[in-house]
């Protein structure tokens, strides 16, 4: 059964950096498109970040481009989020999700194509 476990999170000052990790039992990551999402209190989920399943391409935010990088170790079977030059806006508990899709469609529509949500990781960046 397919788990994924986020850890990382934490409180960080403007500028700071971050690296969150989305650790999978139950499925070999490289076989899915894994995507990172967050909820910040009273604005709806929004995609951050995904790497694509087999040749791991990789789609960002506008909000994050240049900013963060995703990436995927086969060997622990995990995806992390590397999160540098950290801003206040990005403030929100952070999710990952797992699907056989396309980057794009897990994207766009990440409750049609994922139901197993995790706990997430709080990431908080204030001075």
């Known amino acids: 059964q397919l788990q994924l476990v986020e850890s990382g999170g934490g409180l960080v000052q403007p500028g700071g950096s971050l690296r969150l990790s989305c650790a999978a039992s139950?499925?070999?990551?490289?076989?899915?498109?894994v995507g990172w999402f967050r909820q910040a209190p009273g604005k709806e989920r929004e995609g951050v970040s995904c790497?694509?399943?087999?040749?791991?391409?990789?789609n960002y935010a506008d909000s994050v481009k240049g900013r963060f990088t995703i990436s995927r170790d086969n060997a622990k079977n995990t995806v992390y989020l590397q999160m540098n030059s950290l801003k206040l806006e990005d403030t929100a508990h952070y999710y990952c999700?797992?699907?056989?899709?396309?980057?794009?469609?897990?994207?766009?529509?990440?409750?049609?194509?994922?139901?197993?949500w995790g706990q997430g990781t709080q990431v908080t960046v204030s001075s």
């Open positions: 790497i694509s399943r087999n040749f791991g391409f990789t």
């Open positions: 139950g499925i070999t990551l490289d076989a899915y498109a």
């Open positions: 999700a797992a699907d056989r899709t396309t980057c794009s469609q897990l994207l766009a529509e990440p409750e049609f194509f994922f139901n197993s």
